[in-house]
Each structure stands twice: as C-alpha cells, then as structure tokens.
C-alpha cells in the first residue's frame, strides 16, 4: 500500500493537529513498518516539538520537503501537482484544509476532522468565515472516501451538521504520548525552579483562543484564590500565545508561554490540580496528559471531555464563573486523593496511539 500522508502541520503553528499527525504516523510505521508513506512536510518551518528525522528509521519512508505550507493559496495548485507523480497512492489529509486541486484526484482521498468550533461557536467567527468553512467542508465531504474523527462527540456533530452517512466515518481517538507519566521529586523541582514556581499550583495548558475560556478561568480563580486553605496557590498557564487574544492576568497567575515538551510532564506531575474550561473540544488532548501524570483533573461539562475524561474527572459548567469556582474549590481540596490520582491514570491509560493506529491502518486497507 502507498500512502502519502500530509505532514506539513507537523509544525508549531498547529500543536494539537501536528501532534495528532506525528504520532498516528509514527504509531502506524511502528506496527506496519513496510507501509510505504510519502510524507509532505515543510522543513523551513519552526517545528520545536517533533524530530521528523525519527521517522528514517522507517525504510519505507519519503520525506517530501514542500515550500508551501498550509492554508497559502498556492497549495492548491502546488499540491495536486506534486502529486501527479503517485497518482494511485491514497492520500490523507489530517485536517480539513485539503487543498481544492486534490478533490479532482481519483485515487483514494482521507481526511481527519478534529472540531468543529466554527460552527459551534459561532460569534467568535465573521459571517464569511463560516461561510467559507462550511462551503469548504462541504466540498471536502462530498469527495472523502473516508473521514477519521478524533472523538464520539465530533462524530455525531459531524452527522447532524453535514449529514454524513456513518458508513464513511471512523472514530480514532487521540492518547497521551509516552512520555507523560509521574515524574520524580528531584525532575519536579529541577523543572519548576527553572520557571520559578513555588507550589501549590493549579495548572492549564493550551493556547489562548477564545474558545478555551481563560476570561472565565481568571475570574473564577481571583473568586476561588482567597477561599483556599493556601493562601499562596497559583494558577499556571502554559502553551502557544496568539498574538490577537491578549490575556489579562490577576494576581496570583503566572503566564510561561510556550514551554518546551519535555518539561511539560513534570510541570503537569507538579500541580495540585489540572483545570480545563473550554467552552468547545474535539477530544481535549490535555486532560488525558494530566490524567497520565496522576494529577486530578477539574475540566468542562462538554460532550468531548466527558468522552475523555469519564468518571475520572469533576465537571462544571464552563460559562458559569461562580459555579466554576466552586468546583476548583472542591476539586483542590480532594486533589490530594489517592484514588483519585490512580483513577486519573487509569483513565489515561485506555486510550493509544496504538489502538489509533490500527484502526486508521484498518480503514486504509479497505481503501486500498
């Protein structure tokens, strides 16, 4: 089977889906090492998080360098035109950007949706926007032979937005990379040091954009901060900033940008407590990596972080400051639990890229 798989948001500009990209890929080259992968990527862009050079030890591997990244223009034609050169090969999209020369391609064409935020909060897009979202994903779904989704809730979004017949559609969870788990004592501390915290801490990670619902998460955290039994708790954010979203800290928040990913699992194995208020997800990758470093999770009552987060996890209603306040209360009170750090972490540990992998493997197959 020959695939050619776009890699070219295995980047910084898009963590979550160049996560998602990067270890599906390395999980199906892992269990099917033959698989002949074509992988586009774009070697002039910033990219501090993922080695693509790892995945040379994988024979079957091509890396493709192109100069046209993501949503330019030009890759609508650049693209389709680079792939005349395997024109049975199936291709996969892992997003919903596929450049419009590839719709008129007819070997296999595979596609991830991983949310749909536009149109499930509507007011933080123009009105063009959405129209441009929804005619691009129309255009895309007419033509997909087959559409991953990360999770049960973007499924039946999925069916009751566009009406996809279920037939086309896989669901194919993400997980917790391997290297989220417990760190020790003396790595907790080198680390927090480093950026000058002084437990206790709550911790979020992401990136600031209007749908995860840091506004909301401040305010509620200057409500809760003088109600906890420690009066020196901070709340720690980390992840890409956007320019566009400014961020208005109060005291007793602490904002460390971008924060490189091997420090992320002791700065998640330090905190207290993991908070998580998107307004909307797709799957909610961060919960899972909190899960696996034993932290107890305190996160929104949405269909997606009920998917991950199961019984492991204390939900509140994301737009209800008071509410969410009282639920970190209670959750920094209980965080302590032993059994509720393991359930965490068990909880983490029935989702895998493995698991992910064989099932895209699978639908590949069927393609082919």
């Known amino acids: 089977m020959e695939v050619v798989f776009d890699g070219r948001v295995i980047q910084d500009r898009f963590p979550g889906i160049g996560r998602y990209?990067?270890?599906?890929?390395?999980?199906?080259?892992?269990?099917?090492?033959?698989?002949?992968?074509?992988?586009?990527?774009?070697?002039?862009?910033?990219?501090?998080?993922?080695?693509l050079q790892t995945l040379d030890r994988f024979p079957a591997v091509q890396r493709i360098p192109v100069s046209i990244p993501p949503f330019v223009p030009a890759?609508?034609?650049?693209?389709?035109?680079?792939?005349?050169?395997?024109?049975?090969?199936?291709?996969?999209?892992?997003h919903y950007a596929v450049p419009l020369g590839l719709l008129r391609r007819s070997a296999p064409l595979a596609v991830t949706l991983h949310d749909f935020a536009p149109l499930r909060l509507p007011a933080a897009w123009s009105p063009l926007q959405r129209w441009l979202y929804r005619f691009w994903h129309r255009c895309v779904l007419a033509r997909a032979d087959a559409v991953f989704v990360i999770s049960r809730a973007t499924q039946e979004d999925l069916f009751r937005l566009f009406g996809v017949p279920r037939g086309r559609v896989a669901v194919t969870p993400e997980a917790a990379d391997p290297h989220f788990f417990p760190r020790p004592p003396q790595e907790v501390a080198e680390v927090l040091s480093h950026y000058g915290i002084r437990p206790p801490y709550a911790l979020?990670?992401?990136?600031?954009?209007?749908?995860?619902?840091?506004?909301?998460?401040?305010?509620?955290?200057?409500?809760?901060?003088?109600?906890?039994?420690?009066?020196?708790?901070t709340l720690v954010l980390a992840g890409p900033r956007d320019p566009r979203y400014p961020l208005r800290l109060r005291p007793g928040v602490r904002d460390l940008g971008m924060v490189p990913e091997e420090d992320l699992p002791a700065l998640y194995s330090g905190a207290r407590l993991f908070v998580f208020p998107s307004l909307w997800e797709g799957f909610g990758l961060p919960v899972l990596e909190a899960m696996a470093c034993g932290v107890p999770v305190a996160c929104s009552d949405i269909p997606a972080l009920r998917e991950v987060g199961?019984?492991?996890?204390?939900f509140f209603d994301p737009r209800d400051v008071e509410g969410m306040a009282r639920a970190l209360e209670a959750?920094?009170?209980?965080?302590?639990?032993p059994a509720w750090r393991a359930a965490a972490r068990a909880r983490a540990g029935q989702f895998s890229w493995q698991e992910t992998a064989w099932r895209t493997l699978g639908v590949y197959r069927e393609l082919g």
């Open 21 to 51: 990209a990067f270890r599906l890929l390395e999980a199906m080259l892992s269990l099917e090492p033959d698989l002949r992968v074509r992988l586009l990527y774009v070697p002039h862009a910033p990219n501090r998080r993922w080695d």
């Open 75 to 94: 890759e609508h034609g650049v693209i389709p035109w680079l792939l005349r050169r395997w024109p049975k090969a199936l291709v996969h999209v892992p």
């Open 204 to 233: 979020w990670v992401g990136v600031n954009k209007p749908s995860k619902n840091i506004d909301r998460l401040l305010e509620a955290w200057a409500r809760v901060r003088g109600r906890l039994p420690d009066p020196s708790a």
């Open 310 to 314: 199961g019984e492991a996890a204390m």
């Open 331 to 337: 959750a920094w009170r209980r965080a302590k639990d």
